[in-house]
């Protein structure tokens, strides 16, 4: 199973940087999230897949006694998905803003002396 998920995390790693390095400014975004959901799974995998209890101590116990399942790494992954949900519908918003100013998604045709702002 891990292996699986290194293998996919590599996968979102190269596909993010080449959409990354086009031209467009969608394949841009999509490359940022792709990038970013690599981040989300090799944080996963750092945490160490166990299968356990909740982290819960009973009243009498001082320390855990059985296998447990570290909340950590999935509550800042959650996090993470929130931050880069926020973040990309922000970023369609301006990508969209551009879009209608320019008339072109393609990165290299922006330049800034050409907008009427």
Do not use: C, W
């Not at 596909?15 to 999509?30: D, E």
């Not at 509550?75 to 929130?82: D, E, H, K, S, Y």
């Not at 990309?88 to 551009?98: D, E, P, R």
């Amino acid at each position: 199973m891990e292996l699986l998920l290194v293998l996919l995390v590599g996968i979102l790693y190269s596909a993010g940087i080449y959409l990354i390095l086009r031209r467009s400014m969608v394949k841009l975004l999509l490359g940022f999230m792709m990038l970013g959901n690599g981040a989300n799974i090799l944080i996963f995998l750092m945490g160490e897949l166990t299968k356990g209890k909740a982290p819960i101590i009973n009243g009498e116990s001082k320390h855990f006694t059985d296998v447990y399942a570290d909340p950590v790494p999935q509550a800042l992954i959650l996090t993470a998905i929130v931050i880069s949900f926020g973040l990309t519908a922000f970023a369609i918003i301006l990508l969209k803003k551009v879009h209608e100013t320019t008339g072109t998604d393609d990165l290299d045709s922006l330049n800034i002396q050409d907008l009427d702002i």
